[in-house]
Protein backbone atom coordinates (compact mmCIF):
# COMPACT_ATOMS: atom_id res chain seq x y z
CA UNK A 1 0.00 0.00 0.00
CA UNK A 2 2.64 2.26 0.49
CA UNK A 3 4.81 1.46 -1.87
CA UNK A 4 1.65 1.72 -4.37
CA UNK A 5 0.86 5.32 -2.69
CA UNK A 6 4.71 6.96 -3.01
CA UNK A 7 4.14 5.66 -6.58
CA UNK A 8 0.88 7.51 -7.22
CA UNK A 9 2.26 10.06 -5.63
CA UNK A 10 5.61 10.47 -7.57
CA UNK A 11 3.39 9.56 -10.75
CA UNK A 12 1.52 12.84 -9.95
CA UNK A 13 4.36 14.98 -9.45
CA UNK A 14 5.79 13.84 -12.59
CA UNK A 15 2.59 15.12 -14.40
CA UNK A 16 2.06 17.60 -12.51
CA UNK A 17 5.33 19.12 -13.98
CA UNK A 18 5.36 18.45 -17.53
CA UNK A 19 1.72 19.75 -17.31
CA UNK A 20 3.24 22.93 -16.10
CA UNK A 21 6.36 23.06 -18.64
CA UNK A 22 3.55 22.77 -21.73
CA UNK A 23 0.93 25.64 -19.51
CA UNK A 24 4.20 27.88 -19.29
CA UNK A 25 3.80 31.10 -20.55
CA UNK A 26 5.36 32.60 -23.58
CA UNK A 27 8.03 34.96 -23.26
CA UNK A 28 8.03 37.17 -25.94
CA UNK A 29 10.03 40.89 -26.03
CA UNK A 30 8.36 43.58 -27.80
CA UNK A 31 10.82 46.25 -29.12
CA UNK A 32 9.53 49.77 -29.82
CA UNK A 33 10.95 53.38 -29.28
CA UNK A 34 11.54 54.49 -33.00
CA UNK A 35 8.80 54.46 -35.66
CA UNK A 36 7.36 56.43 -37.81
CA UNK A 37 3.98 55.84 -37.12
CA UNK A 38 1.91 55.82 -33.35
CA UNK A 39 4.34 53.55 -31.37
CA UNK A 40 3.15 54.72 -28.35
CA UNK A 41 -0.76 54.29 -29.63
CA UNK A 42 0.34 50.74 -31.23
CA UNK A 43 2.46 49.05 -28.36
CA UNK A 44 -0.21 49.09 -25.65
CA UNK A 45 -2.40 47.12 -28.51
CA UNK A 46 -0.13 44.72 -29.72
CA UNK A 47 0.85 43.69 -26.09
CA UNK A 48 -2.65 43.43 -24.94
CA UNK A 49 -3.55 41.14 -28.20
CA UNK A 50 -0.25 38.51 -27.19
CA UNK A 51 -1.85 38.39 -23.51
CA UNK A 52 -5.44 38.22 -23.55
CA UNK A 53 -4.63 34.35 -25.14
CA UNK A 54 -3.28 33.53 -21.51
CA UNK A 55 -0.06 32.39 -23.73
CA UNK A 56 2.03 35.28 -23.73
CA UNK A 57 3.83 37.13 -20.88
CA UNK A 58 4.94 40.22 -22.78
CA UNK A 59 7.84 42.74 -21.38
CA UNK A 60 8.71 45.74 -23.53
CA UNK A 61 11.89 47.25 -24.42
CA UNK A 62 11.68 50.79 -25.86
CA UNK A 63 14.64 52.34 -27.77
CA UNK A 64 16.09 55.29 -27.30
CA UNK A 65 14.53 58.30 -28.77
CA UNK A 66 17.04 59.49 -31.04
CA UNK A 67 19.83 57.39 -31.65
CA UNK A 68 20.08 53.66 -30.45
CA UNK A 69 24.22 53.55 -29.14
CA UNK A 70 24.41 50.62 -26.22
CA UNK A 71 20.73 49.17 -26.68
CA UNK A 72 21.44 45.84 -26.27
CA UNK A 73 17.73 44.01 -25.09
CA UNK A 74 18.35 40.53 -23.50
CA UNK A 75 17.17 38.63 -27.11
CA UNK A 76 18.36 35.18 -25.07
CA UNK A 77 15.94 35.75 -22.52
CA UNK A 78 12.78 35.48 -24.36
CA UNK A 79 10.99 32.85 -26.50
CA UNK A 80 9.73 35.35 -29.41
CA UNK A 81 10.80 38.81 -30.31
CA UNK A 82 8.34 41.27 -31.66
CA UNK A 83 9.30 44.57 -33.15
CA UNK A 84 7.15 47.49 -33.82
CA UNK A 85 10.54 49.81 -34.56
CA UNK A 86 11.28 51.59 -37.52
CA UNK A 87 14.50 53.43 -36.50
CA UNK A 88 17.87 54.09 -36.50
CA UNK A 89 20.27 51.23 -37.30
CA UNK A 90 20.87 49.33 -33.83
CA UNK A 91 25.01 48.68 -32.78
CA UNK A 92 26.50 45.98 -34.86
CA UNK A 93 27.21 43.99 -31.83
CA UNK A 94 23.17 44.14 -30.64
CA UNK A 95 22.36 42.86 -34.42
CA UNK A 96 25.00 40.31 -34.35
CA UNK A 97 23.65 39.20 -30.67
CA UNK A 98 20.01 39.15 -32.86
CA UNK A 99 20.94 36.85 -35.78
CA UNK A 100 22.71 34.59 -33.40
CA UNK A 101 19.65 34.52 -31.32
CA UNK A 102 17.06 33.68 -34.10
CA UNK A 103 19.63 31.73 -35.82
CA UNK A 104 19.73 29.19 -33.04
CA UNK A 105 16.10 28.85 -33.07
CA UNK A 106 14.97 32.10 -31.45
CA UNK A 107 11.58 33.63 -32.94
CA UNK A 108 10.71 36.62 -34.19
CA UNK A 109 7.49 38.43 -35.35
CA UNK A 110 7.99 41.83 -37.84
CA UNK A 111 4.64 44.18 -37.45
CA UNK A 112 3.84 46.47 -40.37
CA UNK A 113 6.79 49.21 -40.36
CA UNK A 114 9.29 47.48 -38.92
CA UNK A 115 10.05 45.86 -42.68
CA UNK A 116 10.98 49.37 -43.92
CA UNK A 117 13.63 49.20 -41.03
CA UNK A 118 17.48 48.11 -41.70
CA UNK A 119 17.52 48.05 -45.49
CA UNK A 120 21.59 48.21 -44.71
CA UNK A 121 21.05 44.95 -43.08
CA UNK A 122 21.59 41.96 -45.08
CA UNK A 123 20.55 39.43 -42.41
CA UNK A 124 17.45 41.17 -40.85
CA UNK A 125 16.40 41.41 -45.12
CA UNK A 126 16.77 37.88 -45.16
CA UNK A 127 14.83 37.27 -41.82
CA UNK A 128 11.73 39.53 -42.50
CA UNK A 129 11.99 38.24 -46.54
CA UNK A 130 10.37 41.30 -48.34
CA UNK A 131 10.63 44.94 -46.83
CA UNK A 132 10.17 48.41 -48.51
CA UNK A 133 11.29 51.88 -48.46
CA UNK A 134 14.91 52.87 -46.85
CA UNK A 135 16.02 52.86 -50.76
CA UNK A 136 15.03 49.24 -51.72
CA UNK A 137 15.20 48.28 -55.27
CA UNK A 138 15.85 45.41 -57.80
CA UNK A 139 19.94 45.73 -56.02
CA UNK A 140 17.77 44.16 -52.70
CA UNK A 141 15.86 40.84 -54.58
CA UNK A 142 12.48 40.55 -56.33
CA UNK A 143 9.32 40.93 -56.36
CA UNK A 144 6.92 38.41 -55.33
CA UNK A 145 3.49 37.73 -57.44
CA UNK A 146 0.86 35.42 -57.47
CA UNK A 147 0.33 33.93 -60.90
CA UNK A 148 -2.00 30.91 -61.72
CA UNK A 149 -2.34 30.64 -57.93
CA UNK A 150 1.13 29.74 -57.27
CA UNK A 151 4.01 32.67 -55.59
CA UNK A 152 6.60 33.27 -58.07
CA UNK A 153 9.73 35.80 -58.61
CA UNK A 154 9.52 38.89 -60.14
CA UNK A 155 13.34 40.34 -61.37
CA UNK A 156 11.91 43.53 -63.17
CA UNK A 157 13.65 46.94 -61.82
CA UNK A 158 11.60 48.94 -59.69
CA UNK A 159 11.06 50.57 -55.88
CA UNK A 160 10.50 48.42 -53.18
CA UNK A 161 7.47 49.63 -51.31
CA UNK A 162 4.52 52.04 -51.40
CA UNK A 163 0.71 51.85 -50.88
CA UNK A 164 -2.53 53.57 -52.27
CA UNK A 165 -5.28 55.05 -49.84
CA UNK A 166 -6.19 53.73 -46.80
CA UNK A 167 -9.13 51.25 -47.38
CA UNK A 168 -10.82 48.05 -46.27
CA UNK A 169 -10.49 45.23 -48.64
CA UNK A 170 -10.22 41.29 -48.74
CA UNK A 171 -7.29 39.41 -47.14
CA UNK A 172 -6.75 35.69 -49.18
CA UNK A 173 -4.90 32.91 -47.82
CA UNK A 174 -2.90 30.30 -49.72
CA UNK A 175 -0.56 27.97 -48.31
CA UNK A 176 -3.79 27.00 -45.88
CA UNK A 177 -2.43 23.70 -44.83
CA UNK A 178 0.16 26.37 -42.53
CA UNK A 179 -0.46 26.17 -38.67
CA UNK A 180 -0.91 29.59 -38.38
CA UNK A 181 -4.02 29.92 -40.88
CA UNK A 182 -5.07 26.38 -40.95
CA UNK A 183 -8.72 26.05 -40.27
CA UNK A 184 -9.44 29.95 -40.10
CA UNK A 185 -11.45 30.99 -42.89
CA UNK A 186 -9.73 31.93 -46.47
CA UNK A 187 -10.85 35.12 -47.06
CA UNK A 188 -11.51 37.70 -45.12
CA UNK A 189 -12.75 41.66 -45.08
CA UNK A 190 -9.90 43.61 -43.20
CA UNK A 191 -10.50 46.97 -41.59
CA UNK A 192 -9.33 50.08 -43.50
CA UNK A 193 -5.58 49.95 -43.57
CA UNK A 194 -2.61 50.55 -45.99
CA UNK A 195 -1.95 47.96 -48.54
CA UNK A 196 1.93 48.11 -48.76
CA UNK A 197 2.86 47.39 -52.30
CA UNK A 198 6.38 46.30 -54.07
CA UNK A 199 7.71 45.01 -51.31
CA UNK A 200 11.10 43.52 -52.38
CA UNK A 201 13.71 41.61 -50.46
CA UNK A 202 15.54 38.50 -50.54
CA UNK A 203 12.87 36.09 -50.01
CA UNK A 204 14.42 33.06 -49.06
CA UNK A 205 13.19 30.25 -47.15
CA UNK A 206 9.33 32.13 -47.14
CA UNK A 207 6.12 30.92 -47.20
CA UNK A 208 3.53 33.19 -48.40
CA UNK A 209 0.05 33.19 -46.55
CA UNK A 210 -2.20 35.59 -47.94
CA UNK A 211 -2.28 38.27 -50.39
CA UNK A 212 -4.70 40.77 -51.15
CA UNK A 213 -5.57 43.16 -54.59
CA UNK A 214 -3.90 46.22 -54.51
CA UNK A 215 -6.67 48.32 -56.81
CA UNK A 216 -5.59 50.63 -58.96
CA UNK A 217 -8.43 52.66 -57.93
CA UNK A 218 -7.31 53.24 -54.40
CA UNK A 219 -4.06 54.07 -55.76
CA UNK A 220 -2.84 50.62 -55.73
CA UNK A 221 -0.72 48.14 -58.37
CA UNK A 222 -3.80 45.74 -59.87
CA UNK A 223 -1.13 42.56 -58.19
CA UNK A 224 -1.98 40.34 -55.51
CA UNK A 225 -0.08 41.85 -53.10
CA UNK A 226 1.73 39.01 -50.90
CA UNK A 227 1.27 40.93 -46.66
CA UNK A 228 1.46 37.75 -44.56
CA UNK A 229 4.53 35.71 -44.51
CA UNK A 230 6.02 32.31 -42.39
CA UNK A 231 9.90 32.42 -42.77
CA UNK A 232 12.92 30.24 -41.56
CA UNK A 233 15.99 31.38 -40.73
CA UNK A 234 18.59 29.40 -39.79
CA UNK A 235 16.53 26.83 -36.79
CA UNK A 236 14.56 30.27 -35.61
CA UNK A 237 11.03 31.13 -37.30
CA UNK A 238 9.55 34.49 -38.37
CA UNK A 239 6.37 35.88 -38.60
CA UNK A 240 5.96 39.06 -40.78
CA UNK A 241 2.65 40.61 -41.05
CA UNK A 242 2.59 43.84 -43.48
CA UNK A 243 -0.81 44.95 -41.86
CA UNK A 244 -1.43 47.40 -38.86
CA UNK A 245 -0.61 50.76 -40.05
CA UNK A 246 -2.90 51.92 -37.00
CA UNK A 247 -4.47 51.01 -33.16
CA UNK A 248 -7.65 50.84 -35.49
CA UNK A 249 -6.22 48.47 -38.15
CA UNK A 250 -4.78 46.12 -35.32
CA UNK A 251 -8.72 45.82 -33.73
CA UNK A 252 -9.59 43.95 -37.18
CA UNK A 253 -10.05 40.36 -35.87
CA UNK A 254 -8.09 38.94 -38.68
CA UNK A 255 -5.28 40.97 -37.70
CA UNK A 256 -5.45 39.68 -33.59
CA UNK A 257 -5.94 36.30 -34.89
CA UNK A 258 -3.10 35.93 -37.32
CA UNK A 259 -0.70 37.78 -35.30
CA UNK A 260 -1.44 35.63 -32.06
CA UNK A 261 -1.42 32.43 -33.83
CA UNK A 262 1.78 33.89 -35.84
CA UNK A 263 3.66 34.99 -32.95
CA UNK A 264 2.97 31.38 -31.25
CA UNK A 265 4.13 29.48 -33.93
CA UNK A 266 7.07 32.19 -34.15
CA UNK A 267 7.92 31.11 -30.55
CA UNK A 268 7.60 27.53 -30.62
CA UNK A 269 6.55 26.47 -34.06
CA UNK A 270 3.77 25.09 -33.45
CA UNK A 271 0.14 26.80 -32.50
CA UNK A 272 -2.01 25.31 -30.11
CA UNK A 273 -4.57 28.31 -30.07
CA UNK A 274 -8.34 27.67 -31.00
CA UNK A 275 -9.85 29.42 -34.26
CA UNK A 276 -11.55 32.48 -32.78
CA UNK A 277 -15.38 32.22 -32.62
CA UNK A 278 -15.16 36.34 -33.98
CA UNK A 279 -13.94 36.57 -37.30
CA UNK A 280 -14.23 38.94 -40.14
CA UNK A 281 -16.44 37.41 -43.17
CA UNK A 282 -15.30 38.09 -47.04
CA UNK A 283 -17.74 40.83 -47.07
CA UNK A 284 -18.12 42.39 -43.73
CA UNK A 285 -15.20 43.51 -40.91
CA UNK A 286 -14.99 42.32 -37.52
CA UNK A 287 -13.16 44.82 -34.85
CA UNK A 288 -11.94 43.37 -31.17
CA UNK A 289 -11.87 45.77 -28.70
ZN1 LIG B 1 1.94 52.54 -42.20
Redesign the pocket.
Same mark, same amino acid.
Given at each position: MIRLGLFALFSLVCLGSVSAANDAPIRALLIDGQN? *?NWKGTTPVLKSILEQTGRFKVDVVTAPPDETEGFDPPFRAYDVVVSNYNGKPWPEETQRKFEEYLAAGGGFVCV??ANNAFPEWPAYNEMIGLGGWGGRTEKDGPYLRLRDGKIVRDESPGRGGS *?GKQHAFVVEHINTDHPIIAGLPAKWMHVAD?L?DRLRGPAKNITVLATAYSDPATGGTGEHEPLLFALDYGKGRVFHTAL? *??VEAMKCAGFVTTLQRGAEWAATGQVTLKPPTTFPSAEATQSIE
Open positions: N *HHA *HEYG *HS
